[in-house]
């Protein structure tokens, strides 16, 4: 029997209120430890994908799955929260502690665990990321880059089974970018991840997909990249040897 899917989605519809649609007849299927890139133009929809997977947005018509289950309600969500974990486009939006270690252990303490436990786990998590020298750093006066993995890092805390990364290497320098993508290849969950950094998806992901005109398109990365640069540029990319 095919394992069931940890996140689906079935023809999700979407538009903000006084706009023109935004997702139109959605379809996606992320399984168990896939990891699923998202490229597409600005205001193509791709963070409303994930506003709506997290349920912090409702579909106008279709259904988000859970590990098969139709997830409808604030509490079914606050059950795909626990286990699925939102990376915000900017840091700021995730960091909110005077503290790096009071921001990761935020987690942990808010599901009941002690003041002990927490800290320990978040000690751990910056230490699996090698960012243990920053946990007693004012969280606000962290570089971007700093800021953007210890947002991570409140995220690893809570041992999701998927994570959701919006363009997490928006003003990375090239060392942590390729930091992120070591992270991210010692870790065993599922992903989709958003970025126009076409290079890091083809390194992090083995499908990538494109998000244009409401949907989701699956299909060879190649034929995407090319249709991703005829939306981006209104041409074909360049390839080594065109003259
Ligand atoms: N709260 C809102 N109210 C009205 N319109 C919104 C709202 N949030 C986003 N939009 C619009 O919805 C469209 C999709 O936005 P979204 O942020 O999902 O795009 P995106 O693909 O993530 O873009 P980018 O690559 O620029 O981050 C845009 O036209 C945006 O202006």
């Given at each position: 029997m095919?394992e069931?899917?940890?996140i689906?989605l079935?023809?999700v519809?979407?538009?903000?209120?006084d706009?023109s649609?935004i997702?139109n007849q959605?379809?996606?299927?992320?399984?168990a430890?896939?990891?699923?890139g998202?490229?597409?133009?600005?205001?193509?929809?791709k963070?409303?994908?994930f506003?709506?997977?997290?349920?912090?947005?409702?579909?106008t018509?279709g259904?988000i799955?859970?590990r098969?289950?139709?997830?409808?309600?604030?509490?079914?969500f606050k059950g795909l929260?626990?286990?699925?974990?939102?990376?915000?486009?900017?840091?700021?939006d995730?960091?909110?502690?005077?503290t790096?270690?009071e921001d990761?252990?935020f987690?942990p303490l808010?599901?009941g665990?002690?003041?002990?436990e927490?800290?320990?786990?978040?000690?751990?998590?910056?230490?699996s990321?090698?960012?243990?020298h920053l946990?007693?750093r004012?969280t606000?006066q962290l570089s971007?880059?700093?800021?953007k993995l210890v947002?991570?890092?409140?995220i690893?805390?809570?041992?999701?089974?998927?994570l959701l990364?919006d363009e997490?290497?928006n003003n990375?320098?090239?060392v942590t970018?390729?930091?992120?993508?070591?992270?991210?290849?010692?870790?065993?969950?599922a992903?989709?991840?958003?970025?126009h950094?076409?290079d890091?998806l083809?390194?992090?992901c083995r499908?990538?997909n494109?998000?244009?005109?409401?949907k989701?398109l699956t299909?060879?990365?190649?034929?995407?990249?090319?249709?991703?640069?005829?939306?981006?540029h209104g041409e074909?990319?360049?390839?080594?040897?065109?003259?």
């Amino acid at each position: 029997m095919p394992e069931t899917p940890l996140i689906e989605l079935k023809a999700v519809c979407f538009g903000y209120a006084d706009r023109s649609p935004i997702l139109n007849q959605v379809d996606l299927t992320l399984a168990a430890n896939q990891r699923i890139g998202l490229i597409g133009a600005n205001g193509s929809g791709k963070t409303t994908l994930f506003y709506l997977i997290m349920g912090l947005i409702k579909p106008t018509a279709g259904t988000i799955l859970f590990r098969g289950r139709p997830t409808n309600s604030e509490d079914e969500f606050k059950g795909l929260r626990r286990e699925v974990g939102l990376l915000f486009q900017d840091a700021d939006d995730q960091l909110f502690s005077p503290t790096v270690l009071e921001d990761i252990a935020f987690g942990p303490l808010n599901l009941g665990a002690s003041i002990d436990e927490a800290r320990s786990r978040a000690l751990a998590t910056l230490d699996s990321l090698g960012l243990g020298h920053l946990a007693q750093r004012i969280t606000h006066q962290l570089s971007g880059g700093e800021k953007k993995l210890v947002a991570l890092a409140t995220i690893l805390v809570m041992e999701p089974a998927a994570l959701l990364l919006d363009e997490p290497t928006n003003n990375l320098d090239p060392v942590t970018r390729d930091r992120l993508i070591a992270i991210l290849a010692g870790l065993d969950l599922a992903a989709i991840i958003i970025s126009h950094d076409y290079d890091f998806l083809a390194e992090t992901c083995r499908d990538t997909n494109i998000m244009a005109d409401g949907k989701v398109l699956t299909g060879e990365p190649s034929s995407l990249h090319t249709h991703y640069h005829i939306h981006r540029h209104g041409e074909l990319p360049h390839r080594h040897g065109d003259t």
